[in-house]
């Protein structure tokens, strides 16, 4: 059975208009997969879906083979499903950075001490230990965002959504967010649904879904899916910069292979 399991999701705000239309896709423990797709495309009622806020007016969603979008299952899937939105400043309650990552767990009424520990942990899974007893306020936009992880993984869930959690912040808060990303999933094994508009965050991913209104219309790995430079175009995507640049140079009679997705590969292509 997957972690994940959505099958044939059909969700509307206003019963006319359908902002997810038909989704299916299964994700397994431990992949780390990227949603794109342009303003309206319906990811981020997409990532409501998943984690229960919204429930599907047809199909199913399975987190770890609880049904979600019941009354009854809400507090099982918020404790499996983080979501990391994408502004910092909307999720952070508390005015001491300890206290803010302390709120998730003590809403589930987690033991005290039980409680200390996943501060622990959590403030150092994203390097924040330093800042325990900081206001943050003080904080980089980087920084919050590394507090509001804080505050999703001291519930300890098995998988986190980020959506478009880079969004707000300079490329250094960007870079930060991404690296502790990945770790969580390379070492925590944490399964990460990443959200975003950056195609440079896309080419680490297993897996990339493409939505286009609500539908999803490509679901393959980032080589595969940066080839097709046309379709995404025609629904409002773009390449990374190093495929983007590879293509115009292949088209101006340079030979370069196909699929190149980071700098490195790009300059490797070059000097051959
Ligand atoms: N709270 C809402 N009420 C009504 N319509 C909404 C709401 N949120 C999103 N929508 C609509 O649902 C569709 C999908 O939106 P959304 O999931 O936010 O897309 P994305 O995150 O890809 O930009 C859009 O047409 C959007 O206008
Ligand atoms: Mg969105």
Redesign the pocket.
């Known amino acids: 059975m997957s972690l994940i399991s959505l099958k044939d999701v059909k969700f509307s ?2 019963k006319t ?1 359908p ?1 997810v239309d038909g989704v299916s896709f299964n994700v397994e423990k431990g992949e780390y997969i990227a949603v794109i ?1 342009h ?8 990532a409501r879906l998943i984690n229960g806020l919204l429930s599907p007016d047809e199909g199913e969603i399975y987190v770890d083979d609880i049904k979600v979008g019941d009354k009854k299952t809400v507090f099982e899937v918020r404790k499996r499903v983080g979501v990391v939105f994408q502004n910092p400043d909307n999720q952070l309650v508390a005015s001491i950075v300890e206290d803010d990552v302390a709120f998730g767990p003590e809403n589930l009424g987690i033991p005290r001490k039980e409680i200390g520990e996943r501060i622990d942990f959590a403030l150092d899974a994203v390097g924040m230990q330093d800042f325990r007893k900081s206001s943050p306020t003080r904080l980089s936009g980087g920084q919050k965002q590394r507090v509001a992880i804080a505050g999703v993984l001291a519930l300890k869930p098995q998988i986190l959504i980020l959506d478009e959690s880079t969004a707000m912040l300079d490329p250094k808060g960007r870079k930060e967010v991404l690296s502790v990303v990945k770790k969580l999933n390379k070492e925590q094994a944490v399964t990460v649904l990443a ?1 975003t508009h950056y195609m440079e965050e896309v080419v680490d991913a297993d897996r990339v879904i493409v ?1 286009d209104s ?1 539908k999803i219309v490509m679901q393959d790995t980032p080589r595969e899916i940066f080839k097709r430079e046309k379709e995404l175009k025609e629904i409002g995507l773009e390449l990374p910069l190093a495929s983007y640049i590879a293509n115009k140079m292949r088209k101006n009679g340079i030979e370069l292979p196909e699929g190149v997705l980071t700098e490195q590969e790009l300059s490797e292509a070059l000097c051959k």
């Open positions: 705000y206003d208009n902002a797709g303003n309206g495309s319906g990811k981020s009622t997409l959200i939505l609500g």
